[in-house]
């Protein structure tokens, strides 16, 4: 019998998609008071990988990342979404699509798990209508998709911020924890 321990904390990420004509500032303001303040994020980047969002929130879609500056019990990522859902349905359009996507995750020493309102054959269900997903493997000092991986999650530039929220996460276990065996 295995003895039951309290897990790693992990560092809380989101993926936006957006129209350029969102307040992104104002939505990360509310991001930052329901998750905690930023520490790193890319520059926004076209993204050009489906047309999937199109109808919904239209063209010239600009894809960002974002990292948040505390470590957090990985057991909160249902909480995660539904907050980020929350948030979301505060920037409709006139028309009542969204003007923002937002996807919440976690980096862990291992992988990068993203929360999902949709059910499918490689998700599990966590509980209040949120299913995790882990999309990202971390091995051999990288991290590798898998084959549901979504292609902006696969990308170069991808890659290496989450291996960069990967590093910030290690040293904040390091200075947090005094843990040395990450």
């Not at 937002?102 to 299913?131: M, W």
């Not at 990308?155 to 276990?173: G, H, Q, T, Y």
Request: include cysteine; glycine fraction near 6%; charged fraction near 25%.
């Amino acid at each position: 019998m295995g003895n039951i321990k309290e897990p790693t904390r992990v560092i809380p990420i989101v993926g936006t998609l957006y129209r350029p004509d969102c307040t992104v500032e104002a939505v990360l303001n509310k991001l930052t008071e329901a998750i905690g303040p930023l520490a790193l994020h890319t520059t926004p980047q076209s993204f050009t990988h489906t047309a999937y969002y199109g109808k919904e929130m239209g063209e010239g879609l600009l894809r960002q990342w974002y990292a948040f500056d505390r470590l957090v019990d990985p057991a909160q990522l249902a909480s995660l979404k539904i907050k980020s859902n929350e948030i979301e349905l505060q920037y409709c359009t006139d028309k009542g699509g969204r003007s923002i996507n937002i996807d919440p995750g976690l980096i862990t020493l291992n992988n990068l798990i993203l929360a999902s309102t949709k059910n499918y054959s490689h998700r599990i269900y966590l509980g209040q209508g949120i299913y995790a997903e882990v999309t990202l493997l971390y091995r051999d000092k990288r991290f590798h998709a898998l084959e549901w991986t979504y292609p902006d999650y696969r990308e170069p530039a991808s890659l290496e911020f989450f291996s960069e929220v990967r590093s910030f996460l290690k040293e904040k276990l390091v200075s947090e924890h005094g843990r040395h065996d990450v």
